[in-house]
C-alpha cells in the first residue's frame, strides 16, 4: 500500500514539473532599476517591507541620489475604515478596512520608468462592541497584511508595466 502511495506521489510530482509549474518566488527587477534611491514619507512599516522586498528582488538600496539608476517614489499611503452594515437596532455589524498607496519609478534624469501607479486594497470584518480590543488587533493585523501585500503588489506592476513598456 505504501508503495502505491508512493508511486502515485512521483507521478504527481513529475506530471507537475512537466507542465511547468514552479513557485512563483521573487521578482527580477529590471536592469534599470538595479541601484534604487527609496524617495517616500510613507509609515515605517510600509519603508520596511518595500525594503526587504526590493533586497530579495536583487536590487541594492542605496542613500545617495547620485548612486542610483532609479529613483522610486511612494508619494502618498492612505488607510481608512467604513461601514460595511449595521444591526436593526443601528450598531455597527461589519467595518471595511482600506489601505492605498500610490507610486512611481524614475530614471535620475527624471524620465518616467514606471508611470505613477495606484494599488488598493480593501478586507472586511465583523465588529462585536463585546471585543473592542480584539477587534482593534484584527483591524491592525488586516492593516499589515494589506501593506505586505500592496508591496508585492507594487514589485508585479513594475514588472509588468516595465515588460509591456519595453516591447518592440
Known amino acids: 500500500m505504501k508503495q502505491i502511495a508512493g508511486l502515485v506521489l512521483v507521478i504527481v510530482i513529475s506530471g507537475l514539473s512537466a507542465c511547468g509549474f514552479q513557485l512563483r518566488g521573487h521578482a527580477k527587477l529590471p536592469a534599470a532599476m ?3 534611491y527609496l524617495q517616500s514619507d510613507a509609515s515605517t512599516l510600509l519603508l520596511r517591507h518595500l525594503r526587504q522586498s526590493l533586497l530579495r528582488s536583487g536590487a541594492q538600496l542605496v542613500d545617495d541620489i547620485s548612486e542610483a539608476t532609479a529613483v522610486m517614489i511612494v508619494d502618498r499611503e492612505e488607510q481608512g475604515r467604513g461601514i460595511l452594515s449595521v444591526s436593526e437596532t443601528a450598531r455597527v455589524r461589519e467595518y471595511e478596512s482600506r489601505y492605498t498607496i500610490s507610486f512611481a519609478v524614475n530614471s535620475v534624469s527624471g524620465e518616467a520608468i514606471i508611470p505613477r501607479q495606484i494599488i488598493e486594497q480593501r478586507r472586511d470584518y465583523s465588529f462585536n462592541e ?4 480584539a477587534k482593534e488587533r ?5 492593516i499589515r497584511d494589506m501593506q505586505i501585500e500592496a508591496v508585492q503588489g507594487m514589485l ?3 514588472m509588468y508595466t516595465y515588460k509591456s513598456t519595453r516591447q518592440p
Not at 463585546?130 to 480590543?133: A, E, P, W
Open 138 to 142: 484584527e483591524e491592525a493585523s488586516l
Open 34 to 36: 538595479e541601484r534604487i
Open 130 to 133: 463585546n471585543q473592542v480590543l
Open 156 to 158: 508585479r506592476k513594475i
